[in-house]
């Protein structure tokens, strides 16, 4: 089995670079779905992709201008409580719910797009049961 290199030194170089700017954070909104400089994580942490090591994340909930609480995106589908299948576009892809976090808006690069309040509301019924069933 061929391990997968992750380059820290890369990533640490380029959150450096995106602490520094005067970004000003665009405007956005719940239920969201933005490409954001994730990063090289620990473990099996979900980890960006590409030079810029972005990944989509839906934006859960609006703290304020300058922060969100955000779950990264994958295409692996998977069928467990921890994941929930959403389709935008021609595209189905899984909220990684156990990689729930808070993000800076640092981070985001652009909007990928939105998803309906149905599937919102449905998704934060499935957020609520897993807290409901790990404050047992």
Not at 75 to 85: G, S, V
Not at 101 to 107: E, K, V
């Amino acid at each position: 089995m061929e391990l997968y290199h992750k380059d820290f030194d890369q990533w640490n170089q380029k959150k450096k670079a995106l602490d520094n700017t005067s970004h000003i954070p665009p405007k956005f909104h719940n239920s969201e779905i933005w490409w954001l400089s994730f990063g090289t994580n620990i473990g099996h942490e979900i980890n960006g992709k590409g030079s810029n090591f972005i990944r989509p994340v839906l934006i859960l909930y609006k703290i304020n201008a300058t922060g969100f609480i955000g779950i990264p995106l994958t295409t692996k589908l998977r069928a467990d409580r921890f994941t929930f299948e959403i389709s935008q576009t021609a595209k189905t892809s899984c909220v990684v719910l156990s990689q729930i976090r808070y993000f800076s808006a640092t981070r985001m690069w652009n909007k990928l797009g939105v998803i309906d309040q149905k599937t919102y509301r449905n998704l934060n019924c499935q957020m609520i049961a897993i807290f409901q069933e790990l404050l047992k």
